[in-house]
């Protein structure tokens, strides 16, 4: 049977319309990048991530022979930079975000449209934070125990600096608050810079976040207690929240894109930050901040972020934090 005249004629314009399609699509993957990159940052800079970020962008940028431009949009416990670009950019690999723990648990605060697991493309895993509870070293507690000791005898006096309501380590906080019957005063700012200000301006008593290092090897701050699986070679005298109370809050970030990525950017991208995770000058940026290497590639990447947003739902219900 024939088709008709004016359907065939459809057709043909969507067989064309289609091969078109393909060949631009190829096309794109072939010259890609032909321009620069925006890397969204979602905290402040000079931040710990912040300074993390702009080493990665630039070794990946001399990888992929174009600029990779680190933009902040900090808010939302890390999690408004990544929602807003999953809503407004375009797939084509010139938008790209840090993802931080708190893109999981936004959703489970508030009422959103955001799907972290559906609306992104995970590209890899880079790194993660080294979190733990820092003091003054003119402080009157050398240990975590004296530290807990005075809060418990003190309910409310005892401020911790955190970045931001919601984020990972205002959660972790609340969860020992919870545990050891202590009410803290979380003082939250905008990012992990201001919360190391306030800590050393004396503004708060403790800082919960990576340790600031510079101001540890100054003899200015001294960690209490690390939340990671194995103590730190950098203070290898401090306990972990694993030893004392079998808590692990690690905080794995990594890189990812819009939903519907063509797969051979998303290669391209993968091979060029991979690549920069072994440069000695992004190595060196990690260790300066206190962060540590975690590879993961793009589908393990997605299937650890599917159960880190069933962890993050639990912790959510179990801390009444829904609003």
Not at 118 to 123: A, G, H, M, S
Not at 212 to 224: C, H, I, M, S, T
Not at 227 to 242: E, H, I, Q
Not at 307 to 319: G, I, Q, S, Y
Request: net charge positive.
């Amino acid at each position: 049977m024939l088709m008709p005249r004016h359907q065939s004629v459809v057709a043909v314009f969507a067989i064309a319309w289609f091969a078109c399609l393909s060949g631009v699509r190829a096309q794109t993957a072939e010259v890609f990048p032909d321009r620069s990159i925006t890397l969204i940052c979602p905290w402040t800079p000079g931040g710990n991530t912040d300074i993390a970020l702009r080493a990665l962008a630039d070794v990946t940028s001399r990888n992929l022979g174009k600029r990779i431009v680190v933009d902040n949009r900090p808010g939302a416990g890390g999690a408004l930079g990544p929602q807003n670009m999953a809503a407004s950019a375009k797939p084509d690999g010139y938008t790209l975000s840090q993802i931080p723990l708190g893109v999981f648990r936004l959703p489970h605060i508030v009422k959103t449209a955001f799907d972290p697991i559906n609306d992104l493309t995970w590209i890899l895993n880079v790194a993660g934070y080294e979190f733990g509870v820092s003091v003054r070293t003119d402080s009157p507690w050398k240990t975590w125990d004296e530290f807990i000791a005075y809060a418990k005898a003190n309910p409310g006096k005892v401020s911790f600096a955190s970045p931001g309501i919601g984020t990972s380590l205002h959660l972790t906080m609340e969860d020992l608050s919870g545990r050891l019957g202590i009410q803290w005063l979380h003082v939250p700012y905008k990012g992990s810079a201001d919360a190391v200000t306030a800590l050393r301006s004396g503004q708060v008593m403790a800082q919960a976040g990576s340790p600031p290092w510079e101001l540890v090897d100054a003899g200015q701050a001294r960690p209490l207690v690390m939340w990671g699986d194995n103590r730190t070679p950098r203070a290898p005298s401090v306990p972990t929240l694993k030893e004392l109370y079998g808590i692990v809050a690690n905080s794995p970030w990594g890189i990812a894109g819009p939903k519907g990525m063509d797969t051979k950017i998303v290669k391209i991208l993968h091979d060029a930050f991979r690549r920069a995770m072994d440069d000695p000058v992004f190595v060196k940026a990690l260790d300066r901040v206190g962060m540590s290497p975690y590879y993961m590639a793009g589908d393990d990447y997605l299937q650890w972020a599917r159960r880190a947003a069933e962890d993050e739902k639990r912790a959510v219900e179990r801390l009444g934090l829904k609003q």
